[in-house]
């Protein structure tokens, strides 16, 4: 008896979008929103959900089972017009079983171990998040058209040519100490210019944080959270970082060390990330373009990954959505933040968010 499709909570999604390819087939795969087949297809050689299939079906093993998949699939040579009714019909002839009969069992069995090869080798809870690869490409649907976003699965201060980096802090404005292991402390630690024993000479980032501070009349005073501080980024000009912006996210509780993150606030600070870069982005040469978000509140701000994801993905969509053609990326130091981020953006929510122990994931 042919066994029942996976049920792991990242393959519904795929699933359902296989189920749509082997109705419309593959000459209309243009005209399908598949968000989840999409973001696995980023990553294949060339990045097409129709060499994603192919590769999929190929794992599987010879014989009824890949040929069936073929025909479903329209795959197999000469049936890439076909309508679904005579692909099915095809390949219900396989297993020598009525069109009806294949539709209710063999077909779902078939579907079932294509989703779960995609889902195993190239989704969001793959074993390559979970070794050795650092950059990651996500092709995402948004708004009648595909946005690309990098994803940086290490520490912030080993990224390379990025306009700005947003550096996540308290509404007081204050940075942590270089030794801490934050973000805001990472880039504050490689923004300091030193000297040839590795003493700081000048604490870059730190400085020109006091200064806006001062020049914005909020020296010695709370600013509102969502301010966004934009200030220059001292010695990782050389790694192609043009800008910091200090966002302010993290509200501290009276009498503790600890602090509160809404993530209305997250996706409030992120918003404004953008109308800050719009409003600089001509004042350099090159223009800004691209930008680099860690997972806001995440740290000591104690938001669980999913719901840092889930906040700061809302106001990259809407910005996105409206036209905007910003080179997006994110960086964070687990793979699970990675895998989480991957499975939200294809359009399948993660279940079970954990809250982060430490730094901005």
Known sequence: MPSDPPLDDEFPAILRELREVRRAGLTRLRSLRLPALEMAAAQTPDGTVESLLRLSVARLDEGTLRTAAEYVLGLAQGTRDWPGADRRRRAAE???????????????????????????????????WQTTATHRVLHVPVARRTARFTVHVHPVDLLRDVDVVVSPTNTHLALPEPYKSSVSASLRRAGAVRGVNGDILEDCVHEALRAWAKDNGAAGRPVPSGTVAATGAGALAAQGIRRIYHSAVAIPRPGT???????????????????????ERDLFDPP????CFPLLGSGRGGLPYGT??????????????????????????RPAAAALLATLVAGNRPAGDRPATSGSG
């Open 308 to 333: 840092s994801v889930g906040a700061l993905w809302a106001a990259v969509e809407a910005e996105l959505a409206r036209g905007a053609d910003w080179d997006v990326h994110f960086v964070m130091r």
């Open 257 to 279: 060390n600890d602090y509160d993150v809404l993530p209305s606030d997250v996706t409030r600070t992120a918003a404004r990330v953008f109308a800050v870069m719009a409003e």
């Open 94 to 128: 396989l297993y020598g079983v009525s069109v009806e009969r294949f539709r209710k069992d063999q077909e779902l069995m078939v579907l079932g171990q294509v989703t779960e090869v995609i889902g195993r080798t190239y989704g969001p809870g793959a074993t390559s």
């Open 288 to 291: 800004l373009r691209s930008v």
